[in-house]
């Protein structure tokens, strides 16, 4: 049971199997371990409130691995014995689900989600469900179910959203690696503010069949993680074609074979053309956009002293783009809607009913937004114009790839540094009005990673994002692993140290 000779903080998949494969660490052992920091860290002392519920079964499943692997000497999957928090908007088997609505709180499903299933079927051990802003309607930690959400880089702050539990929990080492949700930035914001590697996927890649939606044909789950090559590895065992979710078609389409982890290449910024989209980036006469732009730039020169090609690139009616495109008000009333009148067990079938009720938490203004969209998308009679124009806006940015023989195009994640809390309870920030870049892949349906860029002189975290046209995952991983080699900037917190 001991892990002695095995670090935990920053322990990576392959350090983790190579642990159990020389018999210095077991799965229950590792278990135990990432409970204790729980207990000790987001239960206690800072208290960064990451889980909104803990898997009762986890040792239990634990040992059954440990049985499987000493009778069998082989691991039953490619994350045998791997801690996985799951983001509370997957539904999971056992555990209590309320995808972060005090509405919906006693909620414990009978059937895993896809992700959930695929994660256990690779051998992981779902250490837990994070906390998530009702529904994921925020780029910020709170939840009517479990309160506030903090950054462990800084407590005063926050830790992004609205995957802001798994951010938390991944960067504080309350388990290996975690699942995230993004419609709009969801799981890469999070990865900004918290020193994390997050990736989005082209949406359909992932299965979303057990996940409450907001835009269900821009939302998708995806890896949030320390390292790009656990990504990766993650990635490998939740993609898929599944019949529950004919979005899934995209894995088709993208053809795909082989592993993601495959694809990091150390080397790959070597002869690499990485544009910067200079309209991204924020004004240097705001403090915050300063410090942002230095880290980032500071980012890209490490690019650029590893072999690539830096090409400017200029999309000046970026932000007219954005807007146009953006659907939460007229579809999310919608797509929430549906997903809880199929679910009879639930104690609210519709978002109105819950509003109605007050049931969600005060600090939640894109719900009030969302509420004065209409009940069916296309009662907007500007709803087909705002589809049209994401192609467009698709078409502008993968033009820009094309002319400029581009590898990939970066930029800061958010504008701006992650808010303090008392920023946002004082209504610095609307979500509708947060200055994150996030939006661009996600509303162009591209893939994107995030990277840890470095750090501010006070220490608090900034990333990079990279995107490159649809179904072209692998150049994440290859871009974003030979920049992690080469600028690795990524730390524990201060606030969360080894036990």
């Not at 030979?482 to 201060?494: D, G, K, L, M």
Request: glycine fraction near 10%; include cysteine; hydrophobic fraction near 40%.
């Amino acid at each position: 049971m001991s892990t002695s000779g095995f670090t935990l903080p920053e322990a990576t998949i392959d350090a983790i199997h190579a642990a159990y494969r020389s018999g210095t660490l077991t799965c229950e052992a590792l278990v135990r371990a990432y409970l204790d920091r729980i207990a000790a860290y987001d239960q206690q002392g800072p208290a960064l409130n990451a889980f909104a519920a803990l898997n009762p079964e986890a040792l239990a499943q634990a040992r059954a691995l440990d049985a499987a692997f000493a009778r069998d000497g082989r691991f039953v999957g490619p994350l045998h014995g791997i801690p996985v928090a799951v983001k509370d908007q997957a539904e999971t088997a056992g555990i209590p689900t309320c995808f972060g609505s005090v509405a919906l709180k006693g909620y414990v499903p009978t059937e895993d989600s896809t992700v959930a299933a695929k994660l256990k079927a690779a051998g992981a051990i779902i250490i837990g469900k994070t906390t998530l802003p009702d529904f994921a309607t925020s780029w910020f930690g709170y939840a009517s179910a479990t309160g506030e959400t903090k950054n462990p880089y800084d407590l005063a702050r926050d830790p992004g959203g609205s995957s802001a539990g798994t951010g938390a929990a991944i960067a504080a080492n309350l388990a290996t690696v975690g699942i995230g949700e993004d419609t709009g930035g969801s799981i890469r914001l999070p990865s900004s503010f918290c020193n994390l590697v997050g990736v989005r996927v082209t949406p359909g890649l992932i299965s979303r069949n057990g996940l409450s939606p907001l835009v269900v044909f821009q939302d998708t789950a995806g890896p949030m993680a320390r390292t790009v090559r656990d990504a990766a590895l993650l990635l490998d065992a939740v993609v898929g074609f599944d019949p529950k979710d004919p979005y899934t078609t995209a894995h088709t389409i993208a053809g795909h074979k082989g592993s993601y982890a495959d694809a990091c290449d150390a080397g790959a910024l070597s002869g690499a053309r990485i544009g910067v989209l200079k309209e991204a980036f924020g004004s240097d006469d705001d403090p915050d956009c300063a410090q942002v732009n230095a880290v980032v730039r500071g980012a890209i020169g490490a690019m650029e002293a590893a072999g690539a090609t830096i090409v400017e690139i200029s999309l000046p009616n970026l932000m007219e783009y954005v807007v146009e495109t953006s659907l939460y008000i007229t579809h999310s009333r919608h797509d929430i809607n549906a997903f809880l009148a199929a679910r009879p067990q639930l104690a609210y079938h519709s978002l109105d009913d819950i509003v109605r009720d007050g049931k969600y938490h005060p600090k939640l203004d894109l719900i009030d937004d969302i509420m004065t969209g209409p009940a069916q998308p296309e009662d907007d009679p500007q709803y087909y114009r705002k589809l049209a124009a994401r192609e467009a806006f698709q078409r502008a940015v993968v033009m820009l790839v094309a002319a400029n023989g581009l590898d990939g195009v970066c930029f800061p994640c958010s504008q701006v540094l992650p808010p303090t809390r008392k920023e946002l309870n004082d209504g610095r920030w609307t979500v509708l009005g947060f200055p994150t870049n996030t939006l661009i892949a996600a509303q162009t349906w591209m893939p994107s990673i995030c990277v840890p860029a470095g750090f501010t002189p006070d220490g608090i975290p900034v990333g990079m994002e990279i995107i490159v046209p649809p179904y072209h995952e692998p150049d994440l991983f290859r871009l974003g692993y030979a920049f992690e080699q080469v600028a690795p900037h990524r730390r524990p917190p201060a606030s969360t140290p080894a036990l």
